[in-house]
């Protein structure tokens, strides 16, 4: 058999189909970090040098940041080489739930790491769309460094749950800021539209479509400032992204017309306390989604600017400009904006707000941006933003924190039993459907080298 | 042990005199096929100011995760049936012994012996007196000869299924997987002198093909 050629044919279990795919992805996904690894570190051992010439280093102060350099490259090493574990970590608190997991604050415990811990279980995820967005995720975390994503530093799994740990953002996220404020003023909306401005923009250059912004993936740092998160987890693309999720509208009509003649008062009420739960639900919410996303004809990353004016007006309104009783009746008035996107004329907003707003939420050949960042820049509604320092400078809305673990920003959760033991199973390691999962273990440079404070030269690409 | 007198070698059984068949051709055919993974000559070198147990501790475990998942793939088709002695070729016989547990070679079926293999790396990468974890912990003296045993180890699975077990291979497209596999570990053990040529003989033809093309 050995000299026939590939003419025979064996005979191949299912176990051997698996293992196939599985060695396959594994040794694909290998072999296209290596050299990105060897280009980075070389990248990281050029800052250093750059560094220490623009500070005029001796040859002997050279000598020892090098040395000090090469000891943390050399732990790098070792720590991709230790397999991380759910035993490595302290669970302190739930802070999170989703349809999919939840989000705990936990401290890895040899070293005293605060991080976000979200667990997902693979049981609620295996379905094709959700695994695609989970490598989507992976993806881009592994690629986007810098001051706008929320870094992820390791990723790891067991029979039952996925577990991504990320950096912890104690200041919460702008849904639950939108929820305890009734409004925000225009000067507050201009600072997180800014940020949130350049952290789209971001993700675009490194030619991503993030698809699903909205306030729960804007998270706050510990200094008021947005990241961008959740490129299709917890909250993350839902039933809502998908176009035949709507086809029955004609059977769902609007149950109750009540919350179309609400005032805009009682609207924003309604809205708030239906909004937890609404993130919550493994159907989602299509308010923030824009129109062709729905449509067969295509979209580009144009369409997370529609999202970004829908959150504007929520942010000055109060509730978002479609928001209905159902989903089906949210998404009939996305896809009949021209009718339905009104300002209702007892909140007070300025005309360059308003003119924004309709900029972002039109067309997307006419929106706002389809000429480059640049013009979204240059609109008036954003006049004085210091867009070069807009990070640097004071939040329109400063955050307390007392500690590095302060969770006053977070609603309370009840505990689960996700993180309890499976009963002993001795199943193989190769468990059916378990392959996408597989080489989900991801580790970071920075955040696992890091003693104290961050040197100088690797906060370089921060904005 | 009559081709070579070393001691080392008691475990490594050359037989004379056999064709190699045209089994090698298949091969070398099919050592084209490469993932499009870059620069690996650069990859395996050792970085600016690392120490070298720690970049071959590193590697090793890597070399290790991607045999045991590329003979995973195979076992369906390496059976005491198909395969009652561990051989890579005609020409070549493997007898295990580890030893301290076996210290007399034994002679048995290539997934008896790939078993035995695979369980004593896997034993001496968990063992943190010789692959420490800890950041800090020094590695032990004789760091850089256990690690030489165990690529040599290794480098028999990757001989026995491109021996034995290539029409699977290619039936499972994933020659050039391994292949891409291969040809890193070759640049690694070449790179700081890991294996001796004579533990490579099995694959030399392969060998040169796969590093002629890029050095």
Not at chain 1, 292 to 321: A, H
Not at chain 2, 24 to 34: G, N, R, V
Request: hydrophobic residues 35%.
């Amino acid at each position: 058999a050995m000299t026939a050629g590939a003419t025979t044919t064996f005979p191949m279990s299912n176990h051997t189909r698996e293992r196939v795919t599985v060695a396959k992805l594994t040794l694909e996904n290998f072999y296209s970090n290596l050299i990105l690894q060897h280009e980075e570190r070389e990248t990281r051992q050029k800052k250093l040098e750059v560094a220490m010439e623009e500070e005029g280093l001796a040859d002997e102060e050279k000598k020892l940041r090098r040395s000090q350099h090469a000891r943390k490259e050399t732990e790098f090493l070792r720590l991709k080489r230790t397999r991380l574990g759910l035993d490595d970590f302290e669970s302190l608190k739930v802070i999170g739930r989703g349809a999919f997991g939840e989000v705990r604050l936990v401290q890895k415990k040899d070293t005293g790491h605060i991080y976000a811990m979200k667990i997902l279980r693979k049981a609620d995820m295996l379905e094709k769309e959700q695994v695609a967005h989970i490598r989507a995720e992976r993806d881009i975390l592994v690629e986007a460094d810098g001051a706008w994503v929320v870094k992820m530093f390791y990723s790891f799994q067991d029979k039952r749950n996925l577990y991504l740990i990320m950096e912890f953002l104690p200041g919460g996220d702008m849904m639950t800021l939108l929820m305890k404020k009734d409004t925000l003023t225009e000067e507050e909306t201009q600072f997180y539209i800014s940020e949130t401005v350049l952290a789209i923009d971001a993700i675009h250059q490194l030619g991503f479509i993030h698809r699903d912004v909205k306030p729960d993936n804007l998270l706050l740092d510990a200094k008021g400032h947005v990241k961008l998160s959740d490129f299709g987890l917890c909250t993350g693309l839902k039933k809502a992204h998908r176009t035949e999720f709507y086809r029955n509208l004609t059977h769902n009509p609007p149950s109750d017309f009540s919350f179309q003649n609400m005032n805009s008062k009682r609207k924003a009420e309604t809205w708030k306390k239906n909004r937890r739960q609404l993130a919550y639900s493994t159907v989602g919410t299509p308010d923030y989604i824009a129109p062709e996303v729905f449509m067969q004809t295509g979209y580009n990353k144009l369409c997370d600017w529609w999202s970004l004016g829908v959150i504007m007006y929520e942010m000055l309104i109060g509730f978002p400009p479609f928001c209905s009783e159902t989903p089906q009746e949210t998404y009939r008035k996305v896809m009949s904006w021209k009718e339905t996107l009104a300002f209702p004329p007892e909140v007070p907003v300025s005309e360059k707000a308003k003119d924004l707003i309709l900029r972002f939420c039109t067309d997307s050949e006419n929106r706002i941006g389809n000429g480059g960042v640049e013009e979204i820049k240059g609109h008036p509604f954003f006049e004085g933003v210091d867009w070069g320092h807009i990070r640097e400078r004071p939040a329109a809305i400063p955050i307390e924190i007392r500690s590095i673990d302060d969770t006053s920003n977070f609603d309370d959760f009840p505990e689960s039993d996700i993180l309890q033991p499976v009963p002993n199973t001795t199943e193989p390691d190769y468990k059916s459907k378990d392959w996408v999962f597989l080489n989900y273990t991801y580790k970071r440079f920075e955040g696992l080298t890091q003693r104290g404070s961050i040197p100088t030269y690797m906060k370089a690409g921060k904005l | 042990s009559f081709l070579f007198g070393s001691r080392s070698s008691k475990t490594f059984k050359p037989k004379k005199n056999i064709p190699e068949g045209s089994h090698q051709y298949e091969l070398l055919k099919h050592a084209e096929a490469t993932l499009g993974s870059g620069n690996l000559r650069m990859a395996v070198m050792l970085p600016e100011g690392e120490d070298l147990n720690e970049w071959v501790a590193v590697n090793t475990v890597d070399f290790f995760n991607q045999i045991n998942m590329l003979y995973g793939t195979i076992t369906d088709f390496c059976t005491e049936e198909s395969c009652p002695v561990m051989s890579a070729g005609p020409k070549y016989e493997y007898h295990w012994a580890d030893g301290t547990n076996i210290k007399k070679p034994i002679k048995c079926s290539a997934p008896k012996y790939i078993d035995y293999l695979m369980t004593w790396v896997q034993d001496q990468l968990d063992d943190e007196t010789l692959f420490p974890s800890k950041i800090g912990v020094p590695f032990p003296k004789n760091f850089m000869s256990v690690a030489k045993t165990i690529l040599k180890r290794l480098f028999r699975v990757y001989a026995h299924i491109y021996h034995q077990h290539f029409d699977p291979v290619i039936q499972l497209q994933e020659e050039a997987h391994l292949n891409t596999s291969f040809k890193h570990f070759i640049f690694f053990v070449q790179e700081f002198n890991l294996i001796d040529r004579r533990e490579l003989a099995p694959l030399q033809e392969l060998i040169e093909k796969l590093t002629s093309k890029d050095r």
